[in-house]
């Protein structure tokens, strides 16, 4: 499976990009699907998660309130909805996916990479 983010690029200090990610199989809908990003010189980092079935969440504290992960079945897409962004969120942002029930913050739960999109967040 290839997986792609998208939706990257250059925001204001406050703005509310959408990220999202797409599977080049449209079998989205069967993985748990999570978003990573890893900041310039610091080592990538979870920052949230949504289960396969009943859509449930798991959400880095560092973001919590201000990001929110949903699941579009119809389109097989997992969108980020960022918000209220900080200089300190830029970041390659990256999707993976897991084929278990495992939506948590480590990177070998997850078995499917994409490429990552880069935020930018200027203050």
């Known amino acids: 499976v290839q997986l792609q983010a998208s939706g990257g690029g250059l925001v204001q200090a406050g703005g509310s990009p959408r990220l999202a990610c797409s599977a080049s199989d449209r079998t989205l809908n069967n993985y748990a699907i999570g978003w990573f990003r890893q900041s310039p010189g610091k080592e990538r980092e979870f920052v949230t998660a949504i289960w396969r079935g009943d859509g449930s969440t798991n959400y880095a504290e560092s973001v919590k309130g201000r990001f929110a992960i949903s699941r579009d079945a119809a389109n097989n897409m997992v969108s980020l909805q960022m918000n209220n962004l900080k200089p300190e969120d830029t970041a390659v942002y990256y999707c993976?996916?897991?084929?278990?029930?495992?939506?948590?913050?480590?990177?070998?739960?997850?078995?499917?990479w994409g490429r990552g999109t880069l935020v930018t967040v200027s203050s």
């Open positions: 993976a996916a897991s084929k278990t029930f495992y939506t948590g913050p480590s990177e070998t739960g997850y078995i499917y």
